[in-house]
């Protein structure tokens, strides 16, 4: 089915281990962006990607570090997790038509950092 | 400064109840914004964008006044299933900001 899909949905990881979670989009969109969301900050940018192999810093990058060989494509990688990346994790698309298209989000993965 | 404020809430209200959430934003450059729902942790969905002429879809109303840095939503007719939060969303080239989200509890 088209959409816009992460994986993994649940991930339990101990600090300073590597963990990418993947996001995976089939409408060829050009922007894909993640977020991060914890209680009391809503949802913050962490990295986001105007085309293939052109990504820039969010919010609150550090820490994280993006891909993007494919379109279709956008990992995020933790390189060396810490408890306070434990999280819900969103990775969203648009289009790259300007003016008011809406972004769609995939379902989440919830990080878990022991 | 945050890019976009937004009243945490709650705002508890009974069915039928209108009520209004109010968001704005720092970034006068800001091209195009937009009202998502979230359900309980679940992915954040559009419910409307928001036009300088201000919009209307059903029971839902939403309002910019630019000049302002000001963002609106009206819901009229409260339902149960109006219970969410509500995200005010203004993007900026191309990087979407969101504020921290309005919980609304509707009642019976």
């Known amino acids: 089915d088209a959409?816009?899909?992460?994986?993994?949905?649940?991930?339990?990881?101990?600090?300073?281990?590597?963990?990418?979670?993947?996001?995976?989009?089939?409408?060829?969109?050009?922007?894909?962006?993640?977020?991060?969301?914890?209680?009391g900050h809503g949802l913050r940018l962490i990295y986001y990607s105007a085309a293939a192999d052109i990504t820039d810093k969010g919010e609150v990058p550090d820490?994280?570090?993006?891909?993007r060989s494919k379109t279709e494509n956008f990992p995020l990688t933790l390189e060396s997790a810490t408890r306070s990346q434990t999280s819900v994790y969103f990775c969203a698309s648009?289009?790259?038509k300007?003016?008011?298209?809406?972004?769609?989000?995939g379902q989440g993965t919830r990080l878990t950092v022991v | 400064r945050k890019e976009v404020e937004q009243d945490p809430g709650p705002f508890n209200v009974p069915e039928g109840a209108t009520v209004a959430f109010n968001c704005t934003y720092s970034?006068?450059?800001?091209?195009?914004?937009?009202?998502?729902?979230?359900d309980c942790r679940k992915e954040p969905k559009l419910l409307m964008s928001v036009y300088s002429s201000g919009n209307e879809d059903g029971r839902f109303t939403a309002q910019l006044n630019r000049a302002s840095q000001y963002i609106s939503l009206l819901i009229r007719?409260?339902?149960?299933?109006?219970?969410?939060?509500?995200?005010?969303?203004?993007?900026?080239?191309?990087?979407?900001y969101f504020g921290s989200g309005t919980k609304l509890n509707v009642k019976p």
């Not at chain 1, 990881?13 to 993947?22: A, F, I, N, P, S």
């Not at chain 1, 820490?63 to 891909?67: E, H, I, N, R």
């Not at chain 2, 970034?27 to 979230?38: D, E, T």
């Open chain 1, 63 to 67: 820490g994280y570090v993006v891909s």
């Open chain 2, 77 to 96: 007719d409260s339902k149960l299933s109006d219970s969410a939060t509500y995200l005010c969303v203004v993007a900026s080239f191309n990087k979407f």
């Open chain 1, 3 to 39: 959409g816009i899909t992460q994986s993994p949905r649940y991930k339990i990881t101990e600090t300073g281990r590597q963990v990418t979670l993947m996001c995976h989009q089939t409408w060829s969109h050009s922007y894909m962006f993640w977020y991060r969301q914890d209680l």
């Open chain 1, 94 to 96: 648009r289009g790259a």
């Open chain 1, 98 to 105: 300007t003016g008011s298209t809406e972004a769609f989000f």
């Open chain 2, 27 to 38: 970034n006068s450059a800001s091209q195009s914004f937009f009202w998502y729902r979230q």
